[in-house]
C-alpha cells in the first residue's frame, strides 16, 4: 500500500483480557518497528524487526507482550492479560532497510488502546 | 547514538519563522542530525537529516554548527498546521536498529 496500516485504530478492552494489534507495513519495506506512547509521553522503542533476523526485543516491557512478523510482512503486537497501565497510542513504522537513510523511516497513524 | 538536548517548548507567531535549536555536543564524526515531527494523534514524520552541510528541502532548513556540536531547524513561515511536537536525533545512517525519540520540543504557532 501507499503507507503503513494500522488496525484497529481504536480498541477499548476490558482489563485481563489479550488484545493483538495489526501493521500492514509498506510493500517491499524489510524493516519493521513498533513504539508506544503514552499520554503525553514519548516514544517508547518496542521492538524492531529486519528481514529473517532474530528481532530486538529489547523494549518489550514485560512477557506480556509479544509480536510477530510473519512472511516478512503484517506484523502482530499481542498484549496478554492487559492492564490499565497498558494504554498507549500503539505506533508502527516501518522502513526499506534498517539503515536511517533519510526519511526512510514511515509511520502508521496507530492503534488507541484503552484498557478499562 | 549520541544525547540531544532540546527546549521543551517554543511559541512562534503565525507567518514568520520558527527556529527550533538542538544540542549534541558528544556527536561522532560519522553520525547525522535528523528531524522529524509529531502532529498530534499522528505519527511522526521525517523532516530533514544532514552530516555538516545546511541542508534545505521543500519542508525546512537545517542549519549545523561548523563543529557539528549544535544545529537549528528553521521553519521559514510557520503555519498553524506547524504546530507539532519536534524532535532532533542523532544517528550513524549505516546503523541498523530502533531509532531514539527523545521529549522534543513542543511547537505551538500562534495566530
Known amino acids: 500500500g501507499a503507507g503503513v496500516s494500522q488496525s484497529p485504530s481504536n480498541k477499548v478492552t476490558e482489563k485481563g483480557k489479550d488484545v493483538e494489534l495489526r501493521c500492514d507495513p509498506i510493500?517491499?519495506?524489510?524493516?519493521l518497528y513498533w513504539y508506544r506512547q503514552s499520554l503525553g509521553q514519548g516514544l517508547e522503542f518496542l521492538i524492531y524487526?529486519?528481514?529473517?533476523?532474530?528481532p530486538d526485543k529489547s523494549g518489550l516491557p514485560s512477557d506480556r507482550f509479544s509480536a510477530e512478523r510473519t512472511g516478512g510482512s503484517v506484523s502482530t503486537l499481542t498484549i496478554q492479560r492487559t492492564q490499565q497501565e497498558d494504554s498507549a497510542v500503539y505506533l508502527c513504522a516501518s522502513s526499506l532497510v534498517a539503515r536511517l537513510w533519510g526519511g526512510g523511516y514511515t509511520f502508521g497513524s496507530g492503534t488507541r488502546l484503552t484498557v478499562v | 547514538d549520541a544525547k540531544t538536548t532540546q527546549p521543551p517548548s517554543m511559541d512562534c507567531a503565525e507567518g514568520r519563522a520558527a527556529n527550533l535549536p538542538c544540542n549534541h555536543s558528544?556527536?561522532?564524526?560519522?553520525?547525522?542530525v535528523y528531524w522529524y515531527r509529531q502532529i498530534h494523534s499522528q505519527g511522526p514524520q521525517y523532516i530533514i537529516h544532514?552530516?555538516?552541510n545546511n541542508e534545505t528541502n521543500e519542508m525546512a532548513s537545517l542549519i549545523i554548527t561548523e563543529d557539528r556540536k549544535s544545529s537549528t531547524l528553521i521553519l521559514p513561515h510557520a503555519t498553524l498546521r506547524d504546530t507539532a511536537v519536534y524532535y532532533c536525533i542523532v544517528r550513524v545512517a549505516t546503523q541498523g536498529g530502533k531509532l531514539i525519540f527523545g521529549q522534543g520540543t513542543e511547537l505551538s504557532v500562534k495566530p
Open positions: 558528544t556527536i561522532s564524526g560519522n553520525e547525522y
Open positions: 524487526f529486519q528481514g529473517n533476523s532474530a
Open positions: 510493500s517491499g519495506h524489510t524493516a
Open positions: 544532514g552530516l555538516k
